[in-house]
């Protein structure tokens, strides 16, 4: 059984302290709907698991019913940090569940198609992960106004999500992290931490975050084919 765990219970404080993104209308839904979306049209994820602020249960039940998401879901209270979030997650996962697909909700333009090649990745490697080339030049800059000098662009690849793991791995890589104190934003630095090898998947269509105001009018030209009504199927 495969299942996705959205992380939607962030602050978003990059978008404004009095702004929360998932809220945001683009292409006539908030932006969390859109990746619920996504995950709820999947044909290769059998359940939800929303990982949201506490108190806010109500309003996601709302999405789902005003949305008609009809794949089953559970809506699990985050913890203070990410890793915690993901762990609540993971603790809320049913029986008999042996892959696990994370997803950040603030990521709406997720293919089903990369969802599925992500599981097919975790299913032969573990832990597998959405990530794109890094095309750009990158500089390293000692004091933030002059250039120190060129990085090696060729072996640098920029991670997205869904990063996706069997189980077992997952709750073992993070079980380390939190032993050692430490908090990590990213579930696949935990496998580094124990050593874990995880696939690259690339990500061959545009697959951004909404962090910044900038990144709405992207994603929103993005989204408006698949607001039309188009289905997206695995």
Request: charged share 20%; with cysteine; aromatic share 4%.
């Amino acid at each position: 059984m495969t299942s996705a765990i959205i992380v939607a219970a962030g602050k978003g404080t990059r978008m404004g302290a009095s702004v929360d993104k998932l809220w945001l209308e683009i292409a006539g839904r908030p932006v969390v709907a859109h990746t619920w979306q996504r995950f709820d049209q999947a044909g290769c994820i059998s359940e939800i698991i929303l990982v949201v602020r506490d108190g806010m249960q109500p309003e996601f039940a709302r999405l789902a019913t005003q949305f008609h998401f009809h794949k089953p879901y559970r809506l699990v209270a985050g913890g203070v940090e990410r890793q915690d979030s993901v762990w609540n997650g993971l603790a809320a996962l049913a029986s008999g569940t042996d892959i696990v697909a994370i997803q950040d909700a603030a990521r709406p333009c997720t293919t089903a198609e990369l969802i599925a090649a992500t599981i097919a990745a975790a299913q032969e490697t573990g832990a597998a992960v959405a990530a794109q080339r890094v095309t750009d030049t990158l500089k390293t800059s000692a004091d933030g106004l002059t250039i120190a000098g060129t990085v090696d662009r060729t072996k640098l690849w920029s991670v997205q999500t869904p990063q996706t793991f069997r189980v077992e791995i997952i709750r073992r890589a993070i079980a380390a992290a939190r032993a050692q104190k430490l908090n990590l934003t990213d579930d696949t630095a935990a496998c580094e931490l124990i050593g874990q090898p995880v696939r690259l998947v690339p990500s061959p269509a545009a697959n951004p975050k909404v962090t910044v105001a900038a990144d709405l009018p992207l994603v929103e030209s993005l989204l408006r084919p698949a607001a039309g009504g188009v289905t997206m199927q695995a």
